[in-house]
């Protein structure tokens, strides 16, 4: 048993090294918004998904009511359902540890387990456990850190967009269709401030391309 | 008396922290439950294959325009998107790119606008 929560802890290092500086950010990012350093924890805690506790932030100070706060993490969060297709969550025994399991399904530990099958739902645990430790612990400490430095300082907020700007890059990758960013742009410029509507207009027009493989053929713009 | 932000009451961050969070566990059990259903559904196949890119993109001009009443403006924002993607383009280390980037935002907001 210690011998499989060392080989987890192992393959979740490089990775979980990763979240820590984005885990210190969030913290930071929330103190300097006003919020005490406790509502960390919660905030990652209730809602365990990083980039969606960022835009959560925003979300909250902005006052959106909890039909659209569900659009958006429905629309943010919607890759998740392709994790549990491939997760070895079998491997877990127990109704509460696979509880926890399905909770703390992120890209992290969906990418660990991908890359290193795990052998012992054991080791599937303490690489959830782990990526959240290093996800909540960082931010308290972010937090604190943010408690304690003034808040004249300006723009520490931009992380957010620079965040979504490494991802919109990273998942570009995986499909170079340059209509898809041109649409999805062009949608959330009209959309400005009402992003639930430039989320769920995308979503229609995916459901045409679906619908109309003439539709998708003509959209279709790879580089 | 709650620790939150000015003008900001318990019920709006729970309308907000609630149902997001209630949605991820949801979207992460989905596919245990109906393994059979999702596996191989082609409109499935196409929303991951299409959504997460048009996602992030919507998200990146949602949080820039956020800056039109911020010092500098959208323009600033916009020098801090180049620095990033310059930074990831180069090096492609997303703890660089997000720290370079915002570092350089704030050198534009805090000591040139």
Known sequence: ?223 | MYGLPEGVTLTQVFAVLIPIGVITVALRWLPFAFVSALKGNQFFGLLGRMMPVGVMVVLVVYTLLGKRSAPGGVPAALIGVAVTLGLHAWKRDSGLSILGGTLAYMGLVNLVF
């Open chain 1, 1 to 223: 048993m210690t011998a499989e929560i060392r080989a987890g802890i192992r393959d979740s290092w490089a990775v979980a090294l990763g979240l820590i500086p984005l885990g210190l950010a969030f913290g930071l990012l929330l103190t300097q918004m006003g919020f005490a350093w406790w509502w960390a924890p919660i905030f990652s805690i209730i809602i365990y998904a990083g980039s969606m506790e960022f835009l959560a932030l925003n979300l909250v100070t902005a006052g959106v009511g909890p039909v659209s706060a569900a659009v958006t993490g429905l629309m943010v969060n919607f890759r998740h359902i392709f994790y549990g297709l491939t997760f070895p969550r079998d491997l877990v025994q127990g109704g509460v540890g696979r509880t926890y399991s399905t909770y703390a399904l992120t890209d992290e530990s969906y990418a660990i387990a991908s890359a290193r099958p795990p052998a012992s739902g054991v080791r599937v645990l303490t690489i959830q456990l782990f990526c959240q430790s290093m996800w909540v612990l960082p931010g308290i400490v972010g937090a604190l850190a943010g408690e304690v430095i003034p808040a004249g300082i300006q723009g520490m907020e931009f992380a957010l967009v620079a965040l979504f700007v490494v991802l919109a890059w990273e998942t570009f990758r995986n499909n170079r269709d340059l209509s898809l960013v041109l649409i999805a742009a062009g949608l959330a410029v009209v959309a400005g401030e009402y992003l639930m509507i430039a989320l769920s207009a995308y979503f229609l027009l995916l459901l045409g391309r679906h619908l109309s493989p003439a539709l998708d053929r003509a959209l279709e713009w790879r580089i």
